[in-house]
């Protein structure tokens, strides 16, 4: 099956800060990727949408200067949470899709970010 | 507008009992429709989706969902629950329309099971 890694799992970094997240399809390429954040015991919240080599598409009322994504590659995409806040802090979880015909979308493990 | 409704935040069953988590739909455009589950502190990994085709879809660890287009519902069953199915699952739609494959989650139900 397909396979979504992200890195790192888990980081803690103090506010100001910038944190990187790195999202890769291991195994398939996927021509879009999506971000995702989870606050506990809650749905996911899709914040962007990344298409390979063009600008990320954010919905509505999430920050593109504060949550920038490049999706330089079929295989990776990254997640840059920039000036970090402890309102920041929360499960982020990324995605790729397969396209057509069955527009699955395969989730990486996750990463806990804790900013203090 | 798509949404997804997931009936009961939190389902309390036996194990070996059966497991029934509801999930309702509202699509414009016929959905392709999913069963996630996500186990703590870990992404979310495939149960079972519907595309096209026949509408009793049969997906992995035993659960199986139907749809229902006159109903708008997909729901999630497995007729013998485990300790090992408690977790959060969540049920998603795509509301395809040419090619763009966004996702939108229901709330999500967690699964307790118990001896």
């Known amino acids: 099956g397909a396979v979504v890694s992200q890195h790192p799992s888990r980081v803690i970094c103090k506010s100001g800060t910038s944190v990187k997240i790195e999202c890769r399809s291991l195994d398939f390429q996927a021509t879009t990727m999506f971000w995702y954040r989870q606050f506990p015991k809650q749905s996911l919240m899709l914040m962007a949408t990344?298409?390979?080599?063009?600008?990320?598409?954010?919905e509505q009322g999430v920050e593109k200067d504060k949550f920038l994504i490049n999706h330089a590659s079929l295989t990776l995409s990254t997640l840059t949470v920039t000036s970090a806040h402890p309102e920041d802090s929360s499960f982020y979880i990324c995605?790729?899709?397969?396209?057509?015909?069955?527009?699955?979308?395969?989730f990486g493990p996750g990463t806990r970010l804790t900013v203090t | 507008a798509q949404s997804v409704t997931q009936l009961g935040s939190h389902v309390s069953v036996s194990e070996g009992a059966l497991v029934l988590l509801r999930c309702n739909y509202s699509s414009s455009v016929p959905p392709y429709l999913f069963w996630y589950v996500q186990y703590p502190n870990q992404g979310l990994q495939l149960l079972l989706k519907y595309t096209t085709g026949a509408t009793l879809v049969k997906g992995i660890n035993g659960f199986e969902a139907e749809f229902k287009k006159s109903e708008t519902s997909f729901h999630l069953t497995k007729p013998s629950a485990h300790m090992s199915d408690a977790a959060e699952y969540f049920c998603?739609?795509?509301?395809?329309?040419?090619?763009?494959?966004?996702?939108?989650f229901g709330a999500g139900t967690r699964l307790a099971v118990h001896p």
């Open positions: 995605s790729a899709g397969t396209g057509p015909p069955g527009y699955e979308q395969y």
């Open positions: 998603a739609v795509t509301p395809f329309s040419g090619g763009y494959n966004k996702l939108i």
């Open positions: 990344s298409n390979e080599g063009s600008k990320a598409t954010y």
